[in-house]
């Protein structure tokens, strides 16, 4: 089992920036491919952004390409993602997640979840 839990969301104005943290916990981190999907309300879960287990390789959905990234340190086991040039259509509720296989952007892909953070972007 792995227990992933996010944090650093809130309210920000659009073109501001946050930063999220999912630390997990259980098995080895860095076995691990991990993304970041988000899901507004209404709305099904969607790619946000991944990881390869080095951290050598990183893949971006369009709508978050040039503002977003995402990294990771496999000494404290956290992933991040940086979100700069903040939209209100980035508002979602953001779920890291874990994927013992190789990487992509089904969220069917992934073995384990966090719980999610609100994000909020006011315009």
């Known amino acids: 089992q792995v227990q992933l839990v996010e944090s650093g969301g809130g309210l920000v104005q659009a073109g501001g920036s946050l930063r999220l943290s999912c630390a997990a916990s259980?098995?080895?981190?860095?076995?691990?491919?991990m993304a970041w999907f988000r899901q507004a309300p209404g709305k099904e879960r969607k790619f946000v952004a991944a990881?390869?287990?080095?951290?050598?390789?990183?893949y971006y959905a369009d709508s978050v390409k040039g503002r977003f990234t995402i990294s990771r340190d496999n000494a404290k086991n956290t992933v991040y993602l940086q979100m700069n040039s903040l939209k209100p259509e980035d508002t979602a509720v953001y779920y890291c997640?874990?994927?013992?296989?190789?990487?992509?952007?089904?969220?069917?892909?992934?073995?384990?979840w966090g719980q999610g953070t609100q994000v909020t972007v006011s315009s």
């Open positions: 259980g098995r080895t981190f860095s076995n691990y491919a």
């Open positions: 997640a874990a994927s013992i296989n190789l990487i992509n952007n089904s969220p069917r892909n992934y073995n384990y």
């Open positions: 990881i390869t287990r080095s951290g050598g390789s990183t």
